[in-house]
C-alpha cells in the first residue's frame, strides 16, 4: 500500500483567496482573477507555469444564484496563458483537488489552478432572502424533480429531515449540536478573513428562529461573496515550489442512491467515502491534528466526524458537546476557520482545503494547531462526499 | 395547505420517464413502477427495475397507508408568496419496500407531524398546474417509533 496511489505523486502547491464577506461590491471576475493571481503567487509560481485550468461547478450549474465563477474561457483569456487540461464539472466533485491531482499525476499538466467564486451574500441581498434553489430555472430536472415541487426548496428543506431521523434514532439534542457552531465561531474569531466572528453562545443558538426543522439560524451556513483558488502541482515540481502539502489520502464514493430523498440512511453518506479514503494510508484517525470537515449545516459536520473514525455512528452528540474535544486545544480542532457556519459559504471544501494548508504550514496564525502534521479535509454536496488526509511535506 | 390561486413554487421537468407518474397525480393517484419480471417496485421511475435490473416494468398504484420515515417543518419563505410554515414528509410503505417518496403533509397542524406516523395517499396543486403529493394524517393512529428504515441496495 502506499507511493502507487496516484494522489502520491500530486501536491497542493498554492491557494489565495480574494476580500470576503457578506457583500463584496466587486464583479465574481475580478474576485477570480484577485485568488488564482494570489494562489499561483503563493505557490512560488508565475501565470507562465499554469497549463491547466479548472472550476466549479462548470456547465449549467455556473449561473445558479450567486455562483459567479465567471467563463473559464474568458479566464484563459484573461491570463494569457496555455493550457494542456481543462475541466468544469458538478459531478465528480468529491474534492476541489481530486480532479487536478488526476491530471499532474498522469502528466496532463504539470500546475492546474482550480477555483470556486460565490457572490451568494450579494444574491441572498438582492432577492430580499437567500434565493430557493433551483429559483433560476423554468423546472425542477433530475433528482430535484421529486423535491422542489413539493416545496423542499432549499437544501436546508432537503437536509432537515435526515437530521431529524438521526437526532430520533440516536437521542442526539440541538444542545448538543449547538456546539459546533459555537465552538467554530469562537475560531472565526481569530480569522481575520471570518464573515461573523462576534461570540455566540448556546443560548444564542436555541433563542434562534427555525428555518427547517430541527435545523435553525446557525446551523446553515453563510451565504458570503469571495473567491477561493488552490493549485495543484506535480510532486515532481516539489524543488520548484515554496511550499507544498501532501496528498496522503483520498476518495469519493457513491454506495447510495444518489438523491436527497432515496439515499438509504443520508446519515451515512460519507462512511464508504472515509473508508476508501482509510484504505489508502497507514495512518489511522488518531493521527489526525485537525479536522476540516463540510459544515454546509451542522449536521453534516455531524456526519463526517463518524464516518472519518474520530467518534462512532450516534456518538457525535456526546463528542462535541461542551466544545473541548472540538476547540483550539482540543484533541481534533474543527474548522479551525470558522468553517462556513461563520467564515462563509465558500462551498465545495474550498475553504476547508485553503484553512488545511495553511495549517500544514504553519501558516494559520493565531489560530495555528501547533505541530499540525496530518489535515482531515472533507466535502459534501448533497450526495457527492468526498475526503482526504493531507500532511506536511517531507520529500 | 390549501392555498387560493395558483401555488407558488417551481414546478417538475417531466420526462419520458416520469410522464405517467404526473399524469396519474392529476387524478390523485400514486403510481410506481413494478418489475414483471421479479415482481419488486421501484421509485422514481427509471424503467429499469432496482432489484433485478430488468427492463421490463409496470405501471402500478399504491393505495396503501405509508408511515412517516422522517419530515421537516419549512419556516423559510423561500419565494415569494410562499405560505409558511408547512410540512414536509419522507413517506415509506411497509408492503412496498422499494418505495419512499417525499411530499407534503396535511390533516394535521405543521407541528404535528411525526416520525411513525401514518399518513393516506394523497396529493394537491402545485406549482405550474402539476399536482404534488400531499399525504394526509391518519388520526388516532399511534405513531410506530421505528418504521422499518429503507431497504438496502439491490434489496427487493
Known amino acids: ?144 424533480a421529486w423535491l422542489l415541487p413539493v416545496g423542499a426548496l432549499s437544501p436546508v428543506c432537503q437536509v432537515a429531515p435526515w437530521a431529524a431521523r438521526y437526532l430520533h434514532d440516536y437521542g442526539v439534542t440541538r444542545e448538543q ?110 493521527d489526525v491534528d485537525v479536522a476540516q470537515l463540510y459544515d454546509g449545516f451542522t449536521i453534516e459536520a455531524v456526519w463526517w466526524l463518524e464516518a472519518m473514525g474520530f467518534c462512532k ?20 480542532p474543527l474548522n479551525t476557520w470558522g468553517g462556513q457556519l461563520s467564515g462563509g459559504r465558500l462551498h465545495a471544501a474550498f475553504g476547508h482545503t485553503a484553512e488545511a494548508v495553511r495549517q500544514l504550514r504553519g501558516e494559520a496564525g493565531a489560530r495555528q494547531v501547533v505541530g499540525a502534521e496530518v489535515a482531515a479535509v472533507t466535502n459534501v454536496g448533497g450526495y457527492e462526499a468526498g475526503a482526504a488526509l493531507l500532511t506536511r511535506w517531507r520529500r | 395547505m390549501t392555498s387560493p390561486g395558483a401555488p407558488v413554487g417551481i414546478p417538475p421537468a417531466v420526462t419520458e420517464e416520469t410522464a405517467a407518474f404526473w399524469a396519474a397525480a392529476a387524478e390523485g393517484r400514486l403510481l410506481v413502477e413494478r418489475c414483471t419480471g421479479c415482481g419488486a417496485e421501484s421509485f422514481p421511475p427509471y424503467g429499469m427495475c432496482r432489484a433485478c435490473r430488468g427492463r421490463a416494468v409496470e405501471a402500478v398504484e399504491i393505495r396503501d397507508r405509508g408511515r412517516v420515515y422522517s419530515f421537516t417543518v419549512n419556516h423559510q419563505r423561500w419565494l415569494p408568496g410562499l405560505e409558511v410554515p408547512y410540512a414536509l414528509v419522507l413517506v415509506e410503505f411497509p408492503d412496498h419496500p422499494g418505495v419512499r417518496v417525499f411530499g407534503r403533509l396535511r390533516g394535521c397542524p405543521p407541528d404535528a407531524a411525526a416520525i411513525g406516523m401514518a399518513v393516506e395517499v394523497g396529493f394537491e396543486p402545485g406549482p405550474g398546474g402539476y399536482a404534488v403529493p400531499s399525504f394526509v394524517a391518519v388520526p388516532n393512529v399511534p405513531a410506530t417509533g421505528d418504521p422499518a428504515v429503507a431497504p438496502a441496495r439491490g434489496a427487493a
Request: aromatic share 8%.
Open chain 1, 1 to 144: 500500500m502506499g507511493s502507487e496511489w496516484f494522489e502520491r505523486r500530486a501536491v497542493i502547491s498554492g491557494i489565495g483567496q480574494s476580500a470576503i464577506g457578506r457583500q463584496i461590491d466587486r464583479s465574481g471576475f475580478q474576485l477570480t482573477l484577485d485568488a488564482i493571481l494570489a494562489a499561483v503567487g503563493d505557490a512560488g509560481l508565475t501565470l507562465d507555469d499554469i497549463d491547466g485550468l479548472a472550476m466549479f461547478p462548470g456547465g449549467g450549474k455556473a449561473n445558479l444564484p450567486g455562483y459567479a465563477n465567471g467563463n473559464l474561457y474568458e479566464i484563459q483569456d484573461a491570463l494569457r496563458i496555455t493550457t494542456t487540461w481543462r475541466q468544469g464539472q458538478v459531478e465528480g466533485m468529491s474534492l476541489p483537488f481530486y480532479g487536478p491531482a488526476q491530471a499532474v499525476a498522469t502528466g496532463q499538466a504539470r500546475h492546474v489552478v482550480i477555483w470556486r467564486t460565490v457572490k451568494e451574500g450579494s444574491a441572498a441581498r438582492n432577492a430580499g432572502g437567500r434565493p430557493a434553489y433551483g429559483s433560476v430555472n423554468p423546472s425542477a430536472e433530475g433528482p430535484l
Open chain 1, 177 to 286: 449540536l449547538a456546539w459546533i457552531p459555537v465552538t467554530q465561531r469562537a475560531h472565526a474569531a481569530l480569522n481575520p478573513d471570518a464573515v461573523y466572528r462576534t461570540p455566540l453562545t448556546v443560548e444564542d443558538y436555541l433563542a434562534s428562529r427555525m428555518i427547517s426543522t430541527p435545523m435553525c439560524l446557525y446551523d446553515c451556513d453563510v451565504p458570503a461573496d469571495g473567491s477561493t483558488a488552490i493549485v495543484v502541482s506535480a510532486a515532481e515540481a516539489a524543488a520548484d515550489l515554496r511550499a507544498p502539502v501532501a496528498i496522503e489520502a483520498m476518495a469519493g464514493v457513491i454506495d447510495g442512491r444518489p438523491s436527497w430523498d432515496q439515499w438509504e440512511d443520508f446519515s451515512r453518506v460519507g462512511h464508504a467515502t472515509a473508508a476508501a479514503m482509510w484504505n489508502r494510508t497507514g495512518l489511522a484517525p488518531a
Open chain 1, 313 to 332: 455512528a450516534g456518538e457525535a452528540g456526546a463528542f462535541v458537546e461542551g466544545g473541548t474535544r472540538i476547540a483550539l486545544g482540543g484533541e481534533l
